[in-house]
């Protein structure tokens, strides 16, 4: 072929406007095969081909080509210096050879089909001092590269750099994304069945919440178009206020909770290393989006190196700045991956990543690990956000606008589902709206059949729950778990915090009882702050009551904070997770030394609050006479309670099957802690879900429970249920069960009798 042929121009024109094609490409792939047939084509090379160098491996690997054998793409592989293209990328420069196989360097692969071109023309792929791959051309002819071609080839493959890194950088995080959750075949994937964790219904497009999604969102085509500093600065600016408005949205809605909760965003752009790193990228002249994705990937690099969870929690951050940055900076590709009305589908999810998506508008979740007394299903319930959880990893395989419909009652899901099945959720949608109608029935006051008084008091988690207790005559607050304000900040709340906080929980519910629980973190509420090295068995390990003993100034912090919200209320103090006789009593004087100090100090508070605690480890058992002398009153845990006496997580859906309420020897640990309460007069509630399930009603009654603390959304149905048992029938039911030892005998007496007259099922299972 004459040399005159080869139109250089064009080919530098082309090239220019190659990134344009990112539009057409069907892949990253097909994007760079897209190159090296155009390469070829003007040229007049048969071969073309674009190496990728990685430098973790410091391999080069065949990518893309145009003449060689197919199959070769991925496995040709090459290190740093090895053969003339490793060689030009070690060493930055072209090298062109007449008769490649002549020169030492030359490595052959066989089977390639590379044999018959001896002419040997390669260039690196680099911007500074930044490997990124090389591209190669052969021809059959010898001798036939020219200067005049090295010279071009050489600014056509500059010109390319930034696209090619580009692609090379999403491929990789695509490839990430991919090995990270291994996505198995979604054949025909019409239902799963998982178990209700909070309820509610939901109809809508399912959203895999995964790495990738927040790189999906990248306008491809656009992100080689060329912007300045300015577009960058413009586009932090934009991502600022929207975080901002996004927070002041949360803030407005759950004061208690939302203080800090895009606080890690927020912070990452003023952040001078991080804005640093992407600016001078800019500066040295990187385009800004592909800035943006460096900075990204280093960053959750770096923090994917420290194994633990608030790191983890961390890098889901920086992903999200990542991704509200790119979509300011090019505009949103397609609504597709707002999370606005979608169903999230995720593997896992940490307990504020509720409040993030309740305050982003998603309609549901489903969750594909985690357990339906998990803390994170605890928030989901306070913020009326509808989750299932599904040990069904192919839901990860759906597709963005797959259609959707949860059924939170039921924890099923239908995947695309029919007209039948839509209409049949519209209906229960109707029904639900009836009962809505029915809870407005309540009564203030709750009595079983035979007309002996129950106490129905509600679970806080948010301060946005009071609103439900009090519209269902909650006569109190029976458990408020202080540690949610504590979970979602950057740092401990001061005293000053806490007050503002529990004085509005006393204002809200005004002349009624109040339970603080002190902070019970640990398990699966860890604190980002706090938990830096991962504990083996965090159930077992530094949580809870241990924590605060421990870390007694915190502890006092907290203390002082209730006794002083408490002045002047009806105020109870109970401690989480008590083992031992010493571990209350020395709790207790902690509360003591609080209080004198506040006398001392002359601050106004709360002198004589019951103190009391929770009933969560079987261990108490045995010591629960010695407990009731000392403690004003008991509260059992039974999400905790029923975990350590069967040693079942409560938090892992693989063992769902075994945490069972009804065992043998829950029900009758109950039975042997309300009898030690009542001969101590000691009054003794339920507060764990338990309690809030209308199979156990009969038998709490029947052992003398007349205490419940549940979630308020549930207070009419268990009124309900309560005025439908007849007490004598209760206690009937109580000694026919303790006769009864295997699992199926002991549902079958529960079995109808105790059920829900309502039609709904409870959330709890
Ligand atoms: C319990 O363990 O039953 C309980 C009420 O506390 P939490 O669910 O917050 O652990
Ligand atoms: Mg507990």
Redesign the pocket.
């Known amino acids: 072929m004459p040399l005159d042929k080869r139109d250089h121009t064009k080919l530098l024109c082309d090239i220019g406007e190659l990134s344009g094609l990112f539009e057409d490409a069907l892949s990253l792939d097909g994007f760079l095969q897209r190159i090296v047939a155009m390469i070829a084509e003007h040229l007049h090379c048969p071969v073309c081909s674009i190496y990728l160098y990685y430098d973790e491996s410091q391999e080069l690997v065949l990518t893309a080509t145009k003449g060689l054998n197919p199959d070769s793409i991925g496995r040709v592989r090459m290190k740093l210096g090895e053969g003339l293209t490793g060689l030009s990328l070690k060493e930055m420069r072209p090298i062109c050879e007449r008769q490649a196989s002549r020169n030492p360097n030359f490595k052959a692969f066989p089977g390639i089909g590379e044999e018959q071109y001896e002419s040997f023309l390669v260039a690196p792929i680099v911007r500074g001092q930044t490997r990124i791959g090389a591209i190669v051309v052969q021809n059959s002819q010898k001798n036939y590269f020219t200067e005049e071609d090295v010279k071009v080839f050489r600014a056509v493959t500059s010109q390319l750099a930034n696209t090619i890194e580009t692609t090379k950088l999403l491929m990789s995080l695509n490839e990430k994304a991919q090995a990270a959750t291994p996505k198995p075949a979604l054949k025909e994937l019409k239902f799963v069945k998982g178990r209700p964790a909070s309820e509610g219904f939901a109809f809508a497009e399912a959203l895999v919440l995964g790495g990738e999604h927040l790189f999906a969102v990248a306008n491809r085509e656009k992100i080689n178009d060329p912007c300045t500093l300015e577009d960058f600065r413009r586009a932090v600016a934009a991502t600022e206020q929207e975080l901002e408005q996004l927070q002041q949205q949360i803030e407005e809605r759950l004061s208690d909770v939302a203080s800090l909760i895009f606080s890690a965003q927020l912070l990452m752009l003023k952040d001078k290393s991080f804005m640093d790193a992407i600016e001078n990228m800019i500066r040295a002249g990187v385009n800004p989006p592909l800035a943006i994705l460096k900075a990204v990937e280093d960053y959750v690099r770096m923090f994917q190196k420290i194994s633990d969870s608030y790191l983890r929690e961390k890098s889901q951050d920086v992903r999200d700045i990542g991704r509200r940055l790119l979509e300011n900076l090019l505009g949103k590709e397609e609504a597709q991956y707002d999370l606005e009305d979608k169903i999230i589908v995720a593997e896992e999810l940490v307990p504020s990543d509720a409040l993030k998506l309740s305050s982003q508008k998603v309609k549901g979740i489903i969750l594909l690990s985690g357990g339906v007394?998990s803390?994170l299903s605890?928030l989901a319930k306070s913020l009326s956000l509808p989750l299932v959880i599904a040990d069904a990893p192919e839901l990860l395989a759906l597709k963005p606008r797959t259609m959707v419909l949860m059924d939170a009652e039921q924890g099923t899901i239908y995947i695309e589902p029919g007209a039948d099945i839509v209409k049949n959720f519209h209906e229960r949608e109707d029904l639900r709206a009836r009962l809505e109608k029915l809870k407005k029935e309540m009564t203030p006051v709750t009595s079983t059949m035979d007309g002996t008084r129950v106490t129905l008091l509600a679970n806080i988690n948010l301060l946005g729950d009071l609103k439900a207790a009090r519209e269902f005559h909650a006569e109190g607050v029976g458990?408020y778990?202080t540690e949610f304000p504590f979970l979602v900040r950057s740092d401990f709340p001061t005293e000053e915090e806490q007050y503002v906080i529990y004085r509005k929980l006393i204002e809200g519910i005004p002349g009624k009882e109040v339970t603080f629980r002190t902070l019970?973190i640990g398990g699966d509420k860890v604190l980002s702050y706090f938990h830096h090295t991962k504990e083996e068995n965090p159930f077992l390990g530094m949580r809870s009551i241990r924590f605060s003993l421990k870390y007694k100034d915190i502890f006092a912090a907290q203390l002082r904070a209730i006794l002083r919200a408490g002045h002047k209320a009806d105020l109870k103090i109970m401690f989480?997770m008590i083992s031992s006789l010493d571990e209350f009593l020395e709790a207790r004087s902690v509360v003591k030394q609080c209080r004198d100090e506040l006398q001392a100090e002359g601050i106004a508070h709360h002198a004589n609050p019951a103190v009391g605690m929770m009933v969560?480890l079987p261990a108490v058992l045995e010591i629960i006479d010695e407990l009731a002398q000392e403690a004003d009153f008991f509260s059992i845990?039974?999400?905790?309670?029923i975990q350590y006496m069967l040693a079942v997580d409560r938090t892992n859906e693989k063992v769902a099957d075994l945490y069972l309420p009804h065992h043998p020897a829950v029900l009758r640990a109950l039975k042997k802690i309300v009898e030690a309460a009542d001969r101590h007069h000691r009054e003794v509630s339920v507060?764990?879900?338990m309690g809030d399930d209308d199979r156990y009603t009969a038998y709490l009654l029947g052992i003398g429970i007349r205490r419940f603390s549940i979630d308020p959304k549930n207070l009419p149905r268990v009124q309900k249920t309560i005025s439908s048992i007849d007490l004598s029938q209760a206690r009937r039911l109580v000694a026919d069960i303790l006769k009864r030892c295997r699992l199926p005998d002991i549902s079958k007496a529960l079995g109808s009798d105790a059920r829900d007259q309502t039609g709904l099922n409870p959330p709890y299972r």
């Open positions: 007394t803390h605890i458990l778990r019970d989480p969560e845990g039974t999400n905790d309670f507060c764990g879900g």
